[in-house]
């Protein structure tokens, strides 16, 4: 399996263009040693030619445009994009979607309740319906024992984990949360039985998480923020990273204290907002991450399995 890194960082990416904090500020004037990156997205292959999108960040076009193996073949127009998964509806993971219009119509795997999302509080399915047919809408359920395959894509099969965290603001579901607003995915290499488990966006750890993450092979998990509290003594918000849906980087109950549960051969951190400063390469956090065998995900990073 191969899996494509498109962008690494949360809503906004970094720099995010209305932000001053000392990341951002850092990174555009060269203060810092860090990586701009723009909003999380991936895509996953099984022979380096068929790929499906997994979420379509706002930097789509951008994502694509420096990623080869997204690129046209032999053909006036296309892609080698076959289809595309959401693991929520959080504006940040769909509205890339409306970039890819031109290339509609286009599949679009994800629940019933993203789905409810999509075609009423914010109705992108509706809109792209004027669009060669628009999304083609697969409904995924929320058992992780059921997976789905996709058509054109040979040598992976999906799994939804249901992940506790929290639905956009926009949703009728913000802090009264359903099965189906939020979903990993297990990836599995059915060749080879390897498997990514993929949680961009997670609150806390559950026994079916850690089922999860015991037997991966690869692990992208939520990277959002170092702590918790991040944004009110940053002064950016007035509440907890818990409130919107993410675990801490750091802390016992945080992102690097629980991968570090387990023996994965490559655990990555994903999903990383502006004003976390493990996104400085020469800070303590950083070096607090990587020290602990975790990595911090990089647009355009490519991982093999």
Known sequence: ????????????????????????????????????????????????????????????????????????????????IRAAILSDSQIDHVTGLLTLREGLPLPVYCTDVVHEDLTTAL????????????????AIGTDHQQGFSIEGISGLEFFPVHLESNAPPYSPYRDDV???????????DTTSGNY???APGIVESTPLVESMLAFADCALVDGTLWLD????????????????GH??????????????????????????NNTNPILNEESDAHHYVVS????IATDGMEITL
């Open 178 to 188: 359903v099965p189906g607003n939020n979903i990993g995915l297990k990836i599995v």
């Open 229 to 244: 509290d991040e944004m009110i003594a940053k002064g950016f918000s007035k509440k907890l990273g818990s409130e919107m």
């Open 1 to 80: 399996m191969k899996i494509l890194i498109l962008g690494s960082a949360a809503g906004g990416g970094f720099p995010q263009w209305n932000c001053h904090c000392e990341n951002c500020a850092g990174v555009r004037n060269g203060t810092i040693k860090a990586q701009p990156r723009t909003q999380s997205s991936i895509a996953v292959s099984a022979d380096g030619n068929n790929w499906v999108l997994i979420n379509a960040s706002p930097d789509i076009r951008q994502q694509i445009n420096q990623s080869p193996q997204l690129w046209p073949q032999d053909q006036a127009r296309g892609t080698n």
């Open 247 to 272: 675990m801490p980087v750091n802390g016992e109950n945080g992102s690097v204290a629980l991968l570090s549960k387990f023996d994965i051969k490559r655990k990555v951190l994903i999903h990383i």
């Open 196 to 198: 990514l488990f993929y």
């Open 292 to 295: 602990n065998g975790v990595e």
């Open 123 to 138: 109705p992108l399915f509706n809109v792209l319906r004027h669009w060669h047919g628009g999304l083609e809408f697969h």
